[in-house]
């Protein structure tokens, strides 16, 4: 179910740096981890960042530890993924994803993604 929405994709030089943001105005995501994904051209979507609901735990894939930081920002529903120190195969379409359950139905788990924003680094 696509009910997210990201922006901030473009064209980069190698070691440039873009944020990606990841927004809705359907649900509050408040009660969602958020995941970044990434799917490069012939390859298989793989996972990038998460976040957790409160933004006290957060994950990385080794390829990108230490050049990109995922946050949130509850008050203004949005999750950001900044990416710096930017590298070639770091070209892909970016995805967000937020899994969770609504405080009113806790037992029904809900999964949203996005349409994706391209990201490309060349020079």
Not at 29 to 47: H, N, S, T, V
Not at 85 to 100: F, Q, R, W
């Amino acid at each position: 179910q696509l009910q997210l929405v990201e922006s901030g994709g473009g064209l980069v030089q190698p070691g440039g740096s873009l944020r990606l943001s990841c927004a809705t105005s359907a649900f509050t995501l408040d009660y969602y981890a958020i995941g970044w994904f990434r799917q490069a051209p012939g390859k298989e979507r793989e996972g990038v960042s998460c976040i957790s609901s409160s933004g006290g735990s957060t994950n990385y894939a080794d390829s990108v530890k230490g050049r990109f930081t995922i946050s949130r920002d509850n008050a203004k529903n949005t999750v950001y993924l900044q990416m710096n120190s930017l590298k070639p195969e770091d070209t892909a379409v970016y995805y967000c994803n937020a899994v969770g359950a609504e405080p009113s139905n806790p037992f029904v788990p809900r999964n949203y993604w996005g349409q994706g924003t391209q990201v490309t680094v060349s020079s």
